[in-house]
């Protein structure tokens, strides 16, 4: 059974950091794109940070680039999400999520081009 465990959320001042971790299990995503989204209570899930197979390629949202990074360490099957310079707005429950299909990049940054999910982290910024 595969599973994306998320972790790493909670609560912290605007302007802080977290570093959210994705753990994967029951097969292994080293071929696979991945990524984060996140959902604000009364809003759509939206597409956070995304990156390929290799780690070479990395997509972001207009209003997380230059504040958010993603990595991913395929050996531990892990995919992470640096947040700095964390906002109010960035307050959501923010989701892991994974492709099935191997070294392809489409629809790798909507909601309906990913196969699997997590079961979110929340991260709730105060002003």
């Known amino acids: 059974q595969v599973q994306l465990v998320e972790s790493g959320g909670g609560l912290v001042q605007a302007g802080g950091s977290l570093r959210l971790s994705c753990a994967a299990s029951?097969?292994?995503?080293?071929?696979?794109?991945m990524g984060w989204f996140r959902q604000a209570p009364g809003k759509e899930r939206e597409f956070v940070a995304a990156?390929?197979?290799?780690?070479?390629?990395?997509y972001y949202a207009g209003s997380v680039k230059g504040r958010f990074t993603i990595s991913r360490d395929n050996a531990k099957n892990t995919v992470y999400l640096q947040m700095n310079s964390l906002k109010p707005e960035d307050t959501a429950v923010y989701y892991c999520?994974?492709?099935?299909?191997?070294?392809?990049?489409?629809?790798?940054?909507?909601?309906?081009?990913?196969?699997?999910w997590g079961k979110g982290t929340l991260v709730t910024v105060s002003s």
């Open positions: 999520a994974a492709q099935s299909r191997s070294y392809t990049t489409v629809r790798l940054t909507t909601p309906g081009g990913m196969d699997y």
């Open positions: 990156i390929d197979w290799s780690g070479d390629s990395t």
């Open positions: 029951g097969r292994t995503f080293s071929s696979n794109g």
